[in-house]
């Protein structure tokens, strides 16, 4: 289960969740992370039948990064009101097509969720469901083709960060659901939540999880920036 967990204690699991394996079930019954945990913690303690499987946050099936679950119903219950009321920190890498002119700053834009092509779409305040959407980032890298970006969401919409850089000309590295060029016939994107940071139900100590992207493209492009973000001290950045 390594390859899914990234820490555990008694009350949460930090999971890892690899691109294109979808985080909670779909109509068909697809392989999904919450499923493989659910079966981890059955399997790993029967004894504890009050035990939950029931994740806090998600990403997108070709998003990978850091997840919780929560193992017991007092601490989802804490954790998603902790989401609810912005309290857990959500960092992301990115990849992004193209040089960025403007090296830092804030997107906002109002999207809605299109239920017929099922993607984020441009929409006004005054559009019934339309929702503000709200981002900062931060330009770290890039080449003559993609930048490497630092995201910090504050906001969490349906496909926020895929739809606000394809909105500015700038789609996510091979996301072909929004515009971008196809790099890789897998369904994975330039895109990873590397960080959580929120405080303990329990004790209030605040806690914070780093992980690196995996070793491959297109993060092998920008390595040393990426190992440098993460050894250093996020609140600084």
């Not at 139900?201 to 690196?212: D, N």
Request: with cysteine.
């Amino acid at each position: 289960m390594s390859e899914y967990i990234f820490y555990e204690n008694d009350d949460y699991i930090i999971a890892k969740k690899p691109n294109g394996l979808l985080s909670e079930e779909d109509p068909v019954g697809s392989l999904n992370l919450r499923k493989i945990l659910e079966n981890y913690i059955r399997s790993t303690y029967p004894w504890k039948k009050q035990l939950i499987c029931q994740l806090t946050n998600r990403l997108d099936k070709p998003v990978g990064g850091l997840l919780i679950c929560a193992k017991k119903q007092s601490i989802l219950k804490d954790l998603q009101n902790k989401f609810f009321l912005r309290k857990v920190q959500k960092y992301y890498f990115a990849v992004v097509e193209g040089d960025l002119i403007k090296k830092q700053g804030r997107l906002e834009n109002y999207l809605i969720k299109s239920s017929s092509e099922f993607k984020a779409v441009a929409a006004t305040e005054h559009i019934t469901g339309a929702k503000l959407a709200k981002l900062d980032y931060k330009w770290l890298a890039g080449n003559d083709k993609f930048s490497l970006l630092f995201i910090r969401l504050q906001t969490g919409k349906f496909h926020q960060i895929r739809f606000q850089f394809s909105h500015i000309g700038h789609p996510i590295w091979n996301d072909v659901w929004y515009g971008a060029k196809r790099i890789t016939s897998d369904l994975r994107i330039g895109l990873y939540s590397f960080y959580l940071g929120f405080e303990e139900p329990k004790t209030g100590e605040y806690k914070e999880f780093k992980l690196a992207p995996p070793d491959i493209e297109p993060w092998t492009m920008f390595r040393k920036e990426i190992d440098e973000l993460i050894q250093s001290d996020l609140h600084q950045s």
